[in-house]
């Protein structure tokens, strides 16, 4: 029995979730019932990690500001502007295919009750609530905006605060990030329980009626990580980008399909931007931002749906008006996270651009549920591996400038 767990340890992560996978399906398809109980090891290691994400981000970041000597950069302009790029550029893709290949939907009926933010301005109040929300509450309900602002303002005044007082936010961030560290090594049994829970739940087959809108926007999504986003990423590194783009999908993109939450994921890319020797001053605050602002997935979705309902309707859309959606497709997915239900519950937002009534929207968000045991899980891992990918960039594009400066310097 030790050998065999010093084998299993020996194996990478990827592999051991991979192995987790496989397991989870094949107990779904061939003992259902049996295996139920191990749905629980799917509702532990999100627990886990959900528990953990909002005190880590506040000490890493708190700890990382406290810290940071004056005359020392950071990426954090060029992070976010590559998080706002990706989002639009995410938002364009989808109106575009979804003019080439448009989509219908079979409304009908029961979901309208569910409440929905009424215009871009109530998801910008909602977001500078976040902002000022009860520091203790924010942590306890996991409001990453909130959690952000107060840990800047504290690193800020413990900037001139005794080295033992520096320290010892250090040594309780360290702690908090071993944690993180073990309980990611139970990923493998989290996927495992994950996976048996969304086959056995929802089956396969109750998502084949919806085959062409999940082609669209899992074809959007797969487009945007295989195609734009290595385009990006090659005009600021100027180097081949797909062995980081592979990375950051492979070890961060899996773990997020599963989870499909990206709080959950945050400690995840934080453990994957120290393997990569990325500046901690930088994606101590940039991953837990771009859990909250960088969202491709959201974008694509909310384009995607708002174009199906216009499409059933039967309303006429010129593309100058699609290109307006792609701007408020990318404004409310920014804000997706400060609104109860995520990307689903922004749709009537959009959809109001084409004055359709809300209890239109709300069945297309009804829609939206029925998809979303795979629209979410590709959505939250383009949206989560795309935080990594981006905080890479411009670290790896800023050591490019210096080191080409240096080589000016050397000829001179």
Known sequence: MLTLHKQWNKLSLVKRIIIGLIVGIILALVAPEAAKPITIFGSLFVGALKGIAPILVFFLVSSAISQHKKGHETNMTSVIGLYLLG??????????????????LTLGAGVEDVAAPGGVVEVLKALLLNVVDNPVKALFNANYIGILAW??????????AAASTKLMMVNVSDALTEMVRIVINFAPLGIMGLVFDAIATSGIGALLSYG????VLIGCMLFIALVVNPIIVYVYIRS????????CLRESGITAFFTRSSAANIPVNMALCEELGLDKDTYSVSIPLGATINMAGAAVTISVLSLAAVNTLGISVDFGTAFILSILATISACGASGVAGGSLLLIPLAVSLFGIPNDVAMQVVGVGFIIGVLQDSFETALNSSTDVLF????EFAKRRKEETAASVNELA
């Open 212 to 215: 062409k809108l999940l082609a």
């Open 391 to 394: 905080t890479a960039t411009a």
């Open 240 to 247: 081949n980008p797909y062995p980081l783009v592979f990375r």
């Open 87 to 104: 989002t639009f550029l995410a938002a364009l893709v989808a109106v575009i295919v979804s003019f080439i290949f448009p989509v219908t």
């Open 151 to 160: 840990a800047l303002m504290l690193g800020m005044t413990l900037k001139n």
